[in-house]
């Protein structure tokens, strides 16, 4: 039985069932497209099965060397940028306390920006905190991660010495780069990027899963979940599975000038969730002059503000509701003989009843306004909950990239900046690219 369910009631007055319908056989190719891996990007498919496939062996390496670093540390540093962290941030900001417990390994990530003033206060953070480090890199050569790993490890060698590389895992390529030459002439405990898999696709190998154990979060009952997704989405072709109809719905929308898709959510944990996801659809989909511009939005907080624009602004997006119908604690609303706030007709609600109602006003607010919603649902944030999720999502990803036409699975785009950046700071071989671009400055 599925743990997710997709509603689609409120498009009905923007997409007729006959447009769903009618682009119902394109989906139904791209999905054998990716599933039969014929299309554009098919060597970096590995991820589709790639969870059913792990040995217990397998799965207990990655949770005995999250317990090692546990027991050494107060703090494990990551060191990855983009999909080298980010489902591995989504998966622990959305099933960790929004305080840490004392005694539990706190779990921070670096290398993801070039701000001098985090790294500089993080590096002074762990000057007295024992520490170890998780960095993440194919190459080792990404510039962000790269710049973090040598400042870090310098922290690292002048706290403990000589034996600085019993506090280093290396995620990395097998065999080439020159992370994984360091790592081999170091030491350092290793786990492998698969190259058959794509960094924002990848959470569900040792990249995001070391991470995840480390901070506590049971791996097994995460993988249990992507599980039940494959074998709920990875069958069916046609609209009955919600990865093909989730996947034909936003390309309607998008193919009737909804350009904008914002994910929404009303529970704060679930923020690096959108941020997660607008990877996922950003770098996947958004090439070619083609792709939904995936937004998202902290809802009720950003009502207050980007409310407003939904409300009445442009008509060129959608929202999608992730709803998490039962949250992990609840409070009453009591009675108060003052009843200075007005809030006395609320007497024994509880706050996740207010925010379902906040939930129901802002949708029907938004669809009278213009604004098509769709809503999918989980029981509740847990392990199982959650990995099922994330892989729906990477599943309709890749679905609704084939029916748009281009490869969901490669990322040109993201090269531009570095190659300009690296003619701006020196970088030997960048020489010509430099004179270019000192042209353009003039």
Not at 285 to 313: M, N, R, W
Request: aromatic letters at 10%.
């Amino acid at each position: 039985m599925s743990k997710l369910k997709l509603d689609l009631k409120c498009i009905n007055n923007f997409v007729k069932d006959s447009e769903i319908k009618a682009l119902a056989p394109v989906a139904k190719t791209a999905f054998h497209t990716l599933m039969e891996k014929t299309g554009a990007g098919n060597d970096f498919l590995g991820w589709i099965d790639f969870a059913s496939k792990y040995t217990e062996a397998e799965i207990n390496d990655i949770v005995n060397t999250a317990n090692d670093l546990a027991s050494k540390a107060k703090v494990l540093v990551v060191i990855g940028i983009g999909g080298s962290y980010l489902g591995a941030k989504a998966v622990i900001s959305a099933l960790k306390p929004y305080y840490k417990k004392d005694g539990e390994l706190e779990v921070i990530f670096v290398g993801n920006s070039l701000s001098s003033t985090y790294i500089k206060e993080t590096l002074d953070y762990l000057e007295d905190k024992d520490f170890c480090i998780n960095v993440i890199s194919k190459s080792g050569t990404t510039t962000e991660p790269a710049i973090a790993f040598r400042l870090f490890k310098e922290l690292l060698i002048k706290k403990y010495g000589k034996n600085y590389a019993s506090r280093i895992v290396a995620t990395t390529d097998k065999a080439r780069g020159a992370l994984r030459q360091e790592a081999n002439e170091a030491g350092y405990k290793t786990f492998i990027v698969p190259d058959d898999i794509g960094g924002r696709y990848s959470f569900l190998t040792p990249v995001g899963l070391l991470p995840i154990a480390a901070s506590g979060i049971d791996i097994k009952a995460l993988l249990k979940g992507i599980n039940l997704a494959y074998n709920d989405l990875t069958k069916d072709d046609s609209l009955n599975n919600q990865a093909v109809l989730y996947a034909t719905a936003r390309n309607v929308l998008y193919r009737k000038g909804k350009v904008i898709e914002a994910l929404v959510t009303y529970e704060p944990k679930v923020k690096y969730l959108s941020e997660w996801w607008k990877q996922l659809y950003g770098e996947s989909e958004g090439k070619d002059g083609k792709g939904l511009y995936p937004a998202s939005v902290v809802y009720s907080t950003d009502l207050h503000s980007i409310g407003q624009f939904f409300q009445e602004g442009t008509r060129t997006m959608f929202e999608t509701i992730v709803n998490i119908v039962n949250p992990d604690a609840n409070v009453i609303v009591n009675h108060d003989d003052a009843n200075l706030d007005g809030l006395n007709y609320l007497e024994g609600r509880d706050v996740n009843y207010v925010k379902d109602m906040a939930t129901l006003g802002t949708k029907l607010a938004h669809v009278s306004g213009g604004v098509p919603n769709i809503v999918i649902s989980i029981d509740k944030l847990d392990e199982e909950n959650f990995g099922y999720l994330l892989y729906f999502f990477m599943i309709s990803c890749g679905i609704s990239g084939y029916i748009l036409g281009i490869n969901p699975f490669n990322q040109p785009g993201v090269e531009a900046y570095k190659k300009n950046m690296f003619a701006l700071l020196g970088k030997p071989g960048y020489e010509e690219l430099a004179k270019e671009l000192a042209k353009q400055l003039d």
